[in-house]
């Protein structure tokens, strides 16, 4: 991995606990991207528009991510021994995904009637009060500023 922070970080949920907007995506060298390549497994697939989620994190667990293209919600949680958000994307009983998803076993309901897909791992690389840097694939970064 090519970001790596020097000390280990202490965070603690209450400190994600706000609104969370993204800012821009990096590469190595700290320059803007605003497209980059798209591969799947290996093969090059064209080119991805950068787009990713801003994000509101409750206190109660439950969270928000939106862009200009989609908004969505789940619950979330923070590994603090790896500094990595997980967050667990609900899924709508009336979903029409919902039957492949359970078929492929990655989903689960609750008692709240809601079905919950297993956590997406984000890494926090760099913490700070207002600003926070995620790992984001291969050599990126995502850059977020506190509302």
């Known amino acids: 991995m090519i970001f790596q922070i020097g000390i280990s970080q202490e965070i603690a949920e209450s400190d994600l606990i706000g609104e969370w907007t993204f800012i821009e995506l990096q590469d190595e060298n700290g320059e803007k991207q605003t497209k980059i390549p798209l591969t799947r497994f290996g ?64 989903v689960t309901k609750r008692e709240d009637g809601f079905y919950y897909q297993k956590a997406v791992k984000k890494r926090i690389l760099i913490f700070g009060t207002d600003s926070m840097t995620i790992a984001d694939r291969e050599e990126y970064v995502l850059i977020y500023n506190r509302k």
């Open 43 to 106: 093969r090059d697939m064209g080119i991805e528009k950068v787009n990713r989620d801003s994000y509101i994190f409750n206190d109660d667990g439950t969270y928000k991510s939106f862009n200009p293209l989609n908004i969505s919600y789940g619950t979330w949680f923070l590994d603090k021994e790896t500094n990595e958000l997980n967050l667990e994307l609900r899924i709508e009983p009336e979903s029409p995904y919902l039957p492949s998803l359970k078929k492929a076993g990655i």
